[in-house]
């Protein structure tokens, strides 16, 4: 008891030590006094039960009393450490902190605001209709033929009778047509669905945005000047296009628009296989059977109408070579072209 007592003593005369000490020499001291293995005084009060009980009391109060002199020592010469080295300018306190997490808008959609806003400025406004479609606005008024492959199941998904989920943005041409009366100029983003496997550059689902004008006097002209445009706005000003003859069911005459490859301008790489141009939207003159289909006079009024499919235009654009990057939302993909939520 007497021993333990003086060893108490012993230590406490360390407690001078502590103000002095450096950063290594503090560690050092903590792990000789209250280390929890090798040190002194954990040592000492390990001892205190096994002691006789009045002598557990004395022992056990001068013991305990210590280690909190020396905890509070520690923590005040720590404190006095850390201040000292901010102030030699060991830490720069002019350092930008990290900063927080801020969404943004996805590569897709943010491609998708970008053409609707070019068609903005040339007089287009935006539509929206829904992703289940009646097999009528998807095909029969859109005049497809009813022996056409893309009403087989094989290819479309239905999801009830007479029912798909959209394979394409044009049966929202039909719904505008019937709700409203001709001038009629609008862009239809949305998503569409098709039977296609998800590989580096299909998958079965995907966004088009279509785009449709109907007036009296609308020409190919028309259609030929606002395309060109609408690719010079997108690409750069001297972008050069190309209207190849093209065949779909809603459109005559029908035309597909390739602009030169953004990438080797012209010259052949393996993004355009060679060819010198991307191929990026569909489009045509109004067929007249489906202005018939939705009550507006084919006499009267012609119209064009145009689909592309956004993920092609950036994956061009951006040189992305797989389009599920953008289905898999990894943040380490998306976050290289995140830009703030305007
Ligand atoms: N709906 C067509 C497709 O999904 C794209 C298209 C082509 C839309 C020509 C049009 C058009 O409006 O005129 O492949």
Redesign the pocket.
Known sequence: MSDLLAALNALRERLTEVPQADERRLRELKTEILGRKAGALTHILAAVPSLEPKDRKAVGGVANALKRDFETAFAARERELKRASVAAGDLDLTMPGRAGWQGGLHLVTQVVDEICEIFRELGFTRAVGPEAESERNNFYALNFPHDHPALDAQDSFYVGDGVVLR????PV?IRTLEAYPPPIRVVIPGQ?YRRDPFDPSHSPVFE?I???VVDEGVTFVDLKAALTAFARRFFTSDTTVRFRPSY?P??EP?AEMDVRCQICKGSGCPTCKQSGWMEI????MVHPAVLDNCGVDSERYTGY???MGPERIAMNRYGVSDIRLFWEDDVRFLSQFARPHR
Not at 281 to 284: A, N, R
Request: charged content about 5%; glycine content about 20%; proline content about 0%.
């Open positions: 394979t394409h943005t044009s041409q569409v088009q279509e785009g449709l779909f809603f459109t029908s939207l569909g489009s045509g109408a145009f689909g």
